[in-house]
């Protein structure tokens, strides 16, 4: 008989007895009734077992169907996800997505990019595990140190398990990296350093040490001590970018020997690229010196950089960055003459270190960036005209220079194409006068400027802009004057930063708008100033 069947059979049954039992509860039972009562019973309990287990199968059949049920709806969403754009991808295409992401692989992060990825699902894991270039990017943001590790109410056993952790991703990234080219950058802060140093710094600096034929990016700021971890390593032979940074206002730490020579990267065939705080002298980081072709120097003396430029044979771009004045203190410096610099930039927020551009001569330069408060536009000029270079860009920012001043310097640079300008506190360069001198006036060739200025980026402090000259200044270079025996490049992108102390109204300057309408890149900006 069916389930269904033995059930339809038992709601058939009486559910009552019968009403003379009802009667027995008031009066004597007769043996009869004993007899007739206890054939009701056994019936009953019978009754009630088979009940009991066609309830159980019943709830055994819910169970199977909830999880038969289950069971489809995670098949369903399972594999519902292969109609997503995603899986549409080809492996190589997410392959370089994911590179994307893993550009900057954060091994102190509680779970670094690439690992992340390596647990979303099967497949991208294959992808990530087939794909070396994602692990081979390791940063790592403020090593601890054993200053760090000895301050009261630290765990021990926590730093212990932090320490072990990124040793075992480093040794992760370099493993599944296999021969890919490395992209390491590794910051260590240190007070002080003892004779025993930090463990954890010396082994991972040992570990990247052992792979450096793969080094393809290296940055390094902190003690000069750690980094000798790798001074048994002398061959780099794809390392083509170094970032070194050792001084004491980069890793805390006043106590650099500066007798210790910094030889490990000489043997770098393919290094191009520069960017360091430890240039003493010329012998005290040796590097290959004639094949750079960017250099960056930080926090450093005139003097030193004077030294170093004359064995630059082949540099192409060239930026000083806090660089403090010291010539005058020594021997007259002679003239350095370069015919292969294209770009000079130079920057620092404070007036207490002065670059000697004046004691540069580069032919060839073409693009100048400049934040610097203390730069003498005299001296500016100067360069521009003991070169006779083309300035195809210039880029000024924080430069105590009057509108005049400013026109007369722009006078030099004919073929400048980009120009970008920020303000400075008390020399504002949005009156009308130079705005006067930025609007092409057809009829006015002589005094035309900046023939060729196809892209503008400038800053004004709101209250001193003069409207109506700006946009005279911006629609008069919108349409090329063909008519014009010297001719005005049309401008192509305008990039315009209104600072003001007060919110202002999404109306403000409206004038400005309609020009996107006619083609130009336009994008106006507004922040709001608290003070210098």
Same mark, same amino acid.
């Given at each position: ?18 009403? +003379? ?17 206890? /054939? ?6 019978? #009754? ?6 066609e309830i159980n +199968?019943? /709830?055994?059949?819910? *169970? ?13 969403e399972?594999?519902?996800?292969l109609?997503?754009?995603?899986? !549409? ?7 370089k ?11 102190d ?19 990530? $595990? ?17 200053d ?13 398990? +932090?320490r072990?952790?990124?040793t075992?991703r480093v !040794? *992760? ?9 490395? /992209? ?15 463990? $954890?710094?010396?082994?991972v ?15 390094? /700021? ?11 390593r002398?061959?780099f ?6 970032r070194? $940074? ?16 910094l ?19 010329e ?20 003097a030193?950089?004077?030294?170093i ?6 540099l ?13 203190q ?7 003459v ?5 770009? *000079? ?11 000697n ?8 330069l073409s ?17 521009i ?10 880029s ?9 001043q ?9 073929? $400048? ?8 506190e ?9 705005? #006067? ?12 400027f900046l023939?060729?200025?196809?892209? *503008? ?7 001193e ?15 090329p004057?063909a ?5 005005v490049d049309?401008?192509?992108?305008v990039?315009?930063?209104f ?11 409206s004038?400005?708008?309609f020009?996107? #309408? ?5 994008t ?9």
């Open positions: 008989m069916s389930m269904i069947g033995v059930s339809e059979s038992l709601l058939r049954k009486p559910t009552h007895p019968p009403e +003379k039992f009802e009667k027995l509860l008031r009066g004597p039972v007769s043996n009869a009734d004993r007899t007739e009562v206890m /054939k009701y019973l056994r019936d009953t309990e019978r #009754d009630y077992r088979d009940g009991q287990v +199968k019943y /709830k055994a059949m819910i *169970l199977m169907l909830e999880s038969k049920r289950e069971g489809m709806k995670k098949a369903m399972k594999y519902r996800t109609l997503s754009p995603v899986h !549409r991808l080809p492996s190589e295409l997410l392959s997505i994911f590179g994307y992401c893993c550009k900057y692989n954060f091994l992060l509680a779970m670094p990019p690439a690992s992340s990825l390596s647990m979303v699902c099967g497949r991208w894991r294959e992808i990530a $595990l087939l794909s070396p270039s994602l692990w081979s990017s390791i940063y790592i943001l403020g090593l601890p140190t054993s760090e590790e000895d301050e009261e109410g630290v765990d021990e056993e926590e730093e212990r398990m +932090k072990d952790c990124i075992n !040794r *992760l990234c370099l493993e599944r990296s296999k021969s890919a080219p490395l /992209k390491l950058d590794i910051t260590i802060y240190s007070s002080h350093y003892s004779s025993e140093g930090c463990s $954890l710094s010396n082994t600096m040992r570990l990247l040490a052992e792979h450096s034929e793969r080094w393809e990016e290296f940055s390094y /700021k902190g003690p000069e001590c750690y980094a000798s971890s790798a001074a048994d002398t061959h032979p794809i390392l083509r970018s170094l070194l $940074l050792t001084g004491p206002a980069q890793s805390g730490s006043h106590d650099q020997d500066p007798s210790l020579p030889d490990r990267f000489r043997n770098c065939p393919a290094l191009t690229s520069v960017y360091t705080d430890t240039v003493e002298t012998d005290r980081l040796q590097l290959p010196w004639a094949s750079i072709r960017v250099l960056g120097l930080c926090d450093c003396s005139d030193s950089v004077l030294t430029l004359p064995s630059c044979l082949t192409e771009e060239l930026t000083l960055s806090e660089v403090y004045d010291t010539v005058n020594t021997s007259p410096q002679r003239m350095i370069s015919d292969t610099i294209r770009t *000079l930039s130079i920057f620092a927020p404070y007036d207490d270190s002065v670059p551009i004046q004691h540069f001569t580069f032919p060839r693009s100048i960036n400049i934040s610097h408060p203390a730069t003498s536009p005299i001296h500016l000029q100067q360069l005209q003991r070169s006779s270079c083309s300035i195809t860009s210039l000024l920012d924080g430069l105590r220079l009057t509108d005049s400013l026109t007369s310097l722009l006078r030099l640079m004919p073929e $400048l194409r980009t120009l970008e300008i920020g303000i400075c008390g020399y504002p360069i949005a009156r009308s006068r130079f705005l #006067d001198h930025l609007t092409a006036n057809p009829n006015d060739g002589h005094h035309l023939l060729h200025l196809t892209e *503008l980026k400038i800053e004004f402090a709101g209250e802009v003069d409207e109506q000259s700006l946009t005279n200044a911006l629609t008069s270079r919108l349409v004057f008519s014009s025996p010297m001719g049309c401008l192509q992108s990039e315009i930063w600072w003001w102390d007060f919110t202002i109204p999404s109306e403000a300057f004038s400005l708008q020009l996107r #309408d006619i083609g130009l890149q336009l106006i900006s507004h922040r709001i100033f608290n003070g210098w």
